[in-house]
C-alpha cells in the first residue's frame, strides 16, 4: 500500500494587500477614533455600526474606474435550496450601506438622520506602497435635507475634528466645489449627457494637482507622455471643447468674490451651473457666520472627487505641510478626508429624491500624519508584571495583580516557566512593561516586595558610572501592603520624565 503523502503545511503570510496590525498600532487608532467620536457627538450625530457584507445590488457601482458590477469589490454568490444565487460583496466603503440602512429604516429614524460610522472596508484594487485592499474610513453623513447648512456644517466638523486628533490650523486646508459648477461646465462644452465623455472629463480634471493644467489640456486633448516616456491617450476634445474645463480649473482667485465671478465666467448661460455657485455662496456665508475663515475651509473649483455618487457641494481636506518620500524629496502630505452630497443615492432603494451630503476620513492617511507632526509613533506601555518565585505560591502572586488591576494599574502574572528568573526579566523587557514585581520566599517571610523600575534601570544601565548606579537604585523594598501605592509612584515618576 501506497504510503499516504502529507498534507502541505500552510504559508505563514499574509495575503497580498493586507497587513496585520500590532499593539502600538491598534492603540493609537482606537484613542484617535475616540478624539474623532467625540467631536461627531458634540456635533449630534450618532453612532451606527452597518454590516460589513452587503448585497452587491444593494451597494451599487460607484467606484471609479470599473466596468463589472463587482469589480473593484470582494464579491461572491450564494445559492438557496432552489440555486437562485444572490451576489454578496465586503463593503467598499460606508456611505453605500448607510443609503440602505436609511431606506430600510427610515420610518424609525429621525428626519433628518445625523450619523457616524467607523470601521474596515475592503476594495479588490491592486495594490501598492501604501496602499491595501483593507483599509479603516470614519464617516459622518446628514440623510434628508436639502439645506446647504448640512453641507456647511460638515466642513466645519471636518476643520474641528482635524485640529482635535493634532492637526495644527495652518498645516491643514478643508476645499469646497460644487458638482453642479462641474456640470454646467459639462453643459458648455456640449457633451449633454453622454455619460461615458462624462467620466472620461471627471477622470481627467480629478488629475490636475498631479499634472497641472498643461498636463489636463493634453489628457482632455490627443494625450501625453508621462514621465516613464509611455504615452496616454487623450479622452480626444477639440480645442473650443477644453477650455471651459481650463477656465473653470484656473477660475481660483485671491479672494473668494473674485473666484465667483470667474466661476460664473465658465459656466456661461448654464442654469445648474449657477445654481451650483449659488450653493457654493451660501455655504461660505455660513462658514463666515460661524467663524470659519479661508485660513481654514476656501472654495477650490480644482476638487472634484472620483466616486460616481456625488450630485452637488464636495469637499476633500488637504494636509498642507511638507514631508520627505522615499526618494528623500520634499512634498505635501496631500488629501486624508472627502466627501460631498448625495441626493440620489437612497433613491436607489425608495424611487423618492433623499438629499444626504457626509464625509470620509482616511484613518490610516491621518495616522501618518500624526506621526510625522510627532502627535503619534510612541512605544505603547506594557503591564506591569508580577513575576514567580515559587510554583506553589501562584494563589499569592494571582493577588497582587487583582490588587493592582483593582486600583487601575495594567498588570499581568507572568506565565512561563518560572525556572529562569532571567527570563522572566527579558520577557518583561519585551513587553515594555514599566515595573516588575518580585517576592521570593525571603521577602514573603518578612512581609515585604521588591519592585524593579524597568525604565528607570534601563536608562541607569546605559549611562551611568558604577557609582552613579549605587546612588540611584531602580529597585525598591517596600512592605506587602504598599505594593500599590509605591507602583503608582513609579508609574507616575515615569510619566514625568
Known amino acids: 500500500m501506497a ?106 429614524l429621525p ?78 462644452m456640449g457633451l449633454g449627457e453622454d455619460q461615458a465623455a462624462r467620466d472620461n472629463v471627471l477622470r481627467t480634471i480629478d488629475k490636475f494637482d498631479k499634472v497641472g493644467e498643461s498636463g489636463v489640456r493634453e489628457l482632455l486633448g490627443k494625450g501625453r507622455l508621462d514621465a516613464s516616456g509611455a504615452y496616454i491617450d487623450g479622452v480626444g476634445l477639440s480645442d473650443d471643447q477644453v477650455e471651459p474645463v481650463i477656465a473653470f480649473l484656473t477660475s481660483k482667485a485671491d479672494n473668494v468674490a473674485k473666484t465667483f465671478d470667474n466661476l460664473r465666467g465658465a459656466v456661461g448661460a448654464s442654469s445648474v ?81 433623499v438629499p444626504a451630503t457626509g464625509v470620509s476620513i482616511g484613518v490610516d492617511r491621518l495616522l501618518a500624519a500624526l506621526r510625522e507632526k510627532g502627535r503619534m509613533g510612541g512605544v505603547d506601555a506594557g503591564p506591569v508584571v508580577v513575576t514567580v518565585m515559587d510554583r506553589d505560591r501562584m494563589a499569592d502572586y494571582q493577588a497582587m495583580v487583582a490588587e493592582l488591576r483593582n486600583a487601575g494599574i495594567r498588570a499581568e502574572m507572568y506565565l512561563g516557566n518560572p525556572k529562569n528568573f532571567g527570563n522572566q526579566l527579558k520577557y518583561a523587557d519585551k513587553r515594555n512593561s514599566p515595573a516588575a514585581v518580585i517576592e521570593g520566599g525571603d521577602e514573603k517571610d518578612r512581609g515585604v516586595v521588591q519592585i524593579k523600575d524597568l525604565i528607570l534601570g534601563a536608562k541607569i544601565a546605559e549611562s551611568a558610572t558604577h557609582e552613579e548606579w549605587k546612588e540611584r537604585p531602580s529597585q525598591f523594598e517596600v512592605p506587602r501592603g504598599e505594593l500599590v501605592a509605591k507602583v503608582r509612584e513609579i508609574l507616575a515618576s515615569q510619566a514625568e520624565g
Not at 24 to 34: D, F, G, I, N, Q
Not at 273 to 302: K, N, V
Request: a negative charge; aromatic letters at 10%.
Open 273 to 353: 451651473g449657477a445654481e451650483g455657485i449659488a450653493e457654493l455662496e451660501q455655504i461660505g456665508e455660513l462658514l463666515a457666520a460661524g467663524g470659519y475663515g479661508s485660513d481654514r475651509i476656501e472654495i477650490d473649483p480644482s476638487i472634484v472627487r472620483g466616486l460616481g455618487y456625488y450630485t452637488g457641494p464636495v469637499f476633500e481636506a488637504e494636509l498642507t505641510f511638507e514631508i520627505l518620500d522615499e526618494k528623500g524629496r520634499k512634498r505635501q502630505f496631500g488629501s486624508v478626508s472627502g466627501g460631498g452630497r448625495y441626493d440620489d443615492l437612497v433613491k436607489r432603494f425608495t424611487g423618492q429624491a
Open 3 to 108: 504510503k499516504q503523502k502529507k498534507a502541505p503545511r500552510p504559508k505563514a503570510v499574509t495575503p497580498k494587500g493586507f497587513r496585520d496590525y500590532f499593539g502600538v498600532e491598534v492603540s493609537e487608532r482606537t484613542e484617535m477614533l475616540h478624539q474623532i467620536a467625540g467631536v461627531y457627538h458634540r456635533y449630534g450625530f450618532e453612532a451606527l455600526e452597518s454590516s460589513a457584507v452587503e448585497t452587491v445590488e444593494a451597494l451599487g457601482k460607484f467606484l471609479p474606474d470599473v466596468d463589472r458590477p463587482n469589480e473593484g469589490v470582494f464579491a461572491w454568490q450564494e445559492f438557496d435550496e432552489k440555486d437562485n444565487g444572490d451576489w454578496m460583496a465586503l463593503r467598499y466603503d460606508l456611505t453605500a450601506p448607510l443609503a440602505r440602512v436609511y431606506a430600510q429604516h427610515r420610518n424609525d
Open 111 to 188: 428626519n433628518p438622520y445625523r450619523r457616524y460610522a467607523m470601521g474596515p472596508v475592503w476594495r479588490n484594487e491592486k495594490p501598492g506602497p501604501g496602499r491595501y485592499r483593507q483599509f479603516y474610513q470614519c464617516d459622518a453623513d446628514t440623510v434628508g435635507t436639502a439645506s446647504m447648512a448640512a453641507d456647511a456644517e460638515i466642513c466645519a466638523m471636518l476643520s474641528d475634528t482635524l485640529e482635535t486628533v493634532g492637526i495644527p490650523r495652518g498645516d491643514y486646508l478643508v476645499r469646497v466645489n460644487n458638482r453642479k459648477v462641474m456640470n454646467g461646465v459639462l453643459e458648455v
